[in-house]
């Protein structure tokens, strides 16, 4: 039905848009705190100097193990080669990890990609919040994601794989059952779709209580 095809089209743009500005909203987000941290720089500097001076070393010492705690949550902690794969990596591990959410990742990806950035961060986006959202069922303890990013000749790879509870999803035909609501469904499509376009292949896998989404994306 053409009319149906339509608006599920324009619901999907909708959602791609809305999706892309949390995400930059997020980046910015990240950039704000490493600038103001940078910002206070010389009155770290001064007051260490000061507790120095005074011969407070247990001050001292406590002061750096906070000022350690606040720069890792602005550090970079990836560094892809890709300047938007590291913004929107960077952005969602420092996500997760506020939710208690422990992050393993090894990304190396080109500085010039085949794909735009628009259909790259929607990639990135929506598996890192389907993994962000299925690892909250979770205890803290047991929180993990797994990313992997890596050229395999002239195809981008990427790997996703985060614990779901024990549970194996249910899948309708070739399409895992979301149990995340409209938002969710719309974003695995808009993935499906991105891959389709790149002539990508993409594949999808629940067994023995992870979900690992694997995609490889020509790039020449």
Same mark, same amino acid.
């Given at each position: 039905m053409p009319f149906l095809s339509k608006w599920i089209d324009r619901r999907i743009e909708a959602y791609q848009r809305e999706l892309i500005e949390t995400h930059y909203r997020e980046v910015e987000n990240m950039y704000r705190k490493m600038r103001g941290w940078r910002h206070d720089y010389r009155g770290h500097i001064q007051a260490m100097k000061a507790l120095l001076s005074a011969g407070d070393l247990d001050g001292l010492r406590g002061y750096l193990d906070k000022l350690d705690t606040d720069l890792n949550t602005v550090d970079t902690v990836i560094k892809t080669g890709n300047p938007m794969a590291d913004a929107i990596l960077n952005s969602k591990i420092s996500l997760a990890q506020s939710r208690g959410i422990t992050v393993k990742a090894d990304a190396h990806v080109p500085v010039g990609l085949r794909m735009s950035e628009i259909d790259l961060c929607c990639i990135l986006g929506n598996l890192f919040d389907n993994a962000i959202e299925a690892s909250m069922a979770l205890p803290e303890e047991?929180?993990?994601?797994?990313v992997y990013m890596e050229m395999? @000749?002239?195809?981008?790879?990427?790997?996703?794989?985060?614990?779901?509870? @024990?549970?194996?999803?249910?899948?309708t035909g070739k399409v895992y059952k979301s149990t995340k609501g409209e938002g969710h469904g719309f974003g695995l499509v808009r993935i499906d779709k991105i891959i389709e376009q790149l002539d990508g292949y993409l594949s999808r896998n629940s067994e023995d209580g992870a979900f690992t989404t694997e995609i490889l994306i020509?790039?020449?």
């Open positions: 047991e929180r993990l994601i797994r395999k @000749g002239t195809q981008l790879y990427i790997s996703f794989t985060n614990f779901t509870a @024990g549970k194996k999803l249910r899948k020509p790039q020449v």
